[in-house]
């Protein structure tokens, strides 16, 4: 299921694809990095100032984190559903942990 969040200035669509944020179809970010924790906020307010969030090298106002947050809880409900997604997630879990404990 894909979701559109914004058009950009020039033209490509940000949108949220399962539980990816894509710019013009390309995979950009999994996740929003709030602009105060930010290690360049500065730039950010400065080019945008009613950003809230960043994905990627996308600058979102609430609005936008809004709509993206929409989309990744009904892809997370329909995951849910799916018995298949649920033996998926734990297996990605699994391997995760094992990759962080050094073992592969």
Request: glycine fraction near 4%; include cysteine.
């Amino acid at each position: 299921m894909t979701t559109l969040i914004k058009t950009t200035e020039d033209g490509r669509k940000v949108e949220v694809n399962g539980l990816a944020i894509c710019l013009d179809g390309k995979l950009e970010a999994f996740e929003l990095i709030e602009v105060a924790m930010h290690p360049n906020r500065r730039a950010i307010v400065e080019i945008m100032s009613d950003a809230t969030h960043m994905a990627g090298r996308i600058a979102l106002t609430r609005e936008d984190v809004r709509k993206v947050e929409e989309a990744f809880a009904e892809t997370e409900k329909q995951i849910l559903a799916s018995p298949a997604a649920i033996n998926e997630r734990f297996r990605l879990a699994v391997k995760r942990r094992t990759c962080s404990e050094g073992i592969e």
